[in-house]
């Protein structure tokens, strides 16, 4: 896949919604609503080596995180690779704890960078450590890594089965304390698990909660966005069909129904 390509990848849908599931990057052209939380999030993985975002589930973290953060981030790889023959960033997104999360970050790894690798550039090994990839990474692509570790939750959940040696906290810990490796990372967690991050960090980074986010629910005025530009983006990148319309007065009685400490429905998930 070219760089192209991936610009072109992260606008191909084919609703106005997702429905129940999270946004991801193939969803950015319908995802509204965040604007401001994708930028203050965008600045953060760039200049800081570690930023925690936490909120209550059902906030809409994985779908800003996806659809939001990294799709905006590998349009400007894509851009930067175009231009100038490389890319200053590249996002990777990772949240499938169940199994190995090294390996599982590690084949993410690979994936994201394939778009921005010349011809001659070697792969990253599937097996090896996590330093070991992202010193590969950078060395094949001459860019940074911006890597997002979403639903962590879930990796405090299933970590008790992994290997005494190859734990994955340590090996994070490890990426997180070298001032050499050009990599930032994000952990998304979710808000009542967000204190457990202290025990698993302790003794490995200091001052983990030095930079932290909390992902607050949509404003009225961007759930309202949330639902009605969702589908303006759809019918101007599907002109060859009848346009999508929404019933007069639903998108009022939709938000009358939600209250002050809710979110807009359409992006409740993550």
Known sequence: MSAVDTIRNV?????????????????AAIFFGRDSERTVLISNL??????????????????????????????LAARSFNQRGTARNIPVVFGSWRDDPTAGLVGEIRAAISPFLSASSPSIPAQGGLEG??????????????VILDQFEDHLLYRTGEGRDRRFADELAACINRADLRANFLI???EDAYYALGDLFKGRVSNVYGNYLHLEDLTREA?????????????????????VQIEPGLVDAV???????????DQSSG
């Open 11 to 27: 606008s191909n849908v084919d609703s106005p919604y997702v429905g129940l599931s999270f946004y991801t990057q193939e969803n």
């Open 46 to 75: 760039r200049s800081s080596r570690l930023t925690l975002l936490y909120a209550k589930s059902g906030a809409g973290k994985s779908s800003l995180l996806r659809a939001g953060v990294a799709a905006r981030l590998t349009e």
């Open 133 to 146: 990839a992202i010193e590969a990474a950078n060395s094949d692509t001459d860019a940074a890594l911006l």
């Open 188 to 190: 998304s967690i979710r």
């Open 223 to 243: 759930a309202r966005e949330a639902i009605e530009k969702p589908v303006m983006s759809f019918n101007d990148l599907h002109m060859d069909q009848a346009p």
């Open 255 to 265: 938000l009358a129904q939600i209250g002050p400490d809710q979110s807009a429905p």
